[in-house]
Nanobody
Framework: QVQLVESGGGLVQAGGSLRLACAAS????????MGWFRQAPGKEREFVAA???????TYYADSVKGRFTISRDNAKNVYLQMNSLKPEDTAVYFC??????????????????WGQGTQVTVSS
C-alpha cells in the first residue's frame, strides 16, 4: 500500500524550468525505487528518471540527461527538477514506486504503484 500524488506541472515556454513533486505515503519498503515516467498523446509510456530510497542511486533516460535531476527527501517525497525544457517534453508525468532496488529501473512493469499524473506542457 503506497499512495503517490504528483504536483508541480504546468505550462512553460521552451527553455524554462519546472519542478515536479511526488508525495508518497504508506509502506516505505514498497517504494524502494521511485521513478518518473511520462506519456504523450499517441505515444507509449516512457521512462524519465529513477532514484533509490536509500543510497541515492539515480538513473536517467538519455533524452533528459543533463537537463533533469531527480532527488528525494527524508519524508519519502521525490522531486524532478526539469531545466531547459523542450516542446518534446510535453506529456503527462507520472510518479511510480517499486518494491525493490532496481538496477535497471526503466521498465514500467517493475512498478507496483502509480500516481494520477500531472500535465507538463512546453510551448515553442
Amino acid at each position: 500500500q503506497v499512495q503517490l500524488v504528483e504536483s508541480g506541472g504546468g505550462l512553460v515556454q521552451a527553455g524554462g524550468s519546472l519542478r515536479l513533486a511526488c508525495a508518497a505515503s504508506g509502506r516505505t519498503f514498497d517504494s524502494n525505487t521511485m521513478g518518473w515516467f511520462r506519456q504523450a498523446p499517441g505515444k507509449e509510456r516512457e521512462f524519465v528518471a529513477a532514484i533509490w530510497r536509500t543510497g541515492g542511486n539515480t538513473y536517467y533516460a538519455d533524452s533528459v540527461k543533463g537537463r533533469f535531476t531527480i532527488s528525494r527527501d527524508n519524508a519519502k517525497n521525490v522531486y524532478l527538477q526539469m531545466n531547459s525544457l523542450k516542446p518534446e517534453d510535453t506529456a503527462v508525468y507520472f510518479c511510480a514506486a517499486g518494491p525493490a532496488y532496481y538496477s535497471s529501473p526503466w521498465d514500467p512493469l517493475l512498478y507496483a504503484y502509480w500516481g494520477q499524473g500531472t500535465q507538463v506542457t512546453v510551448s515553442s
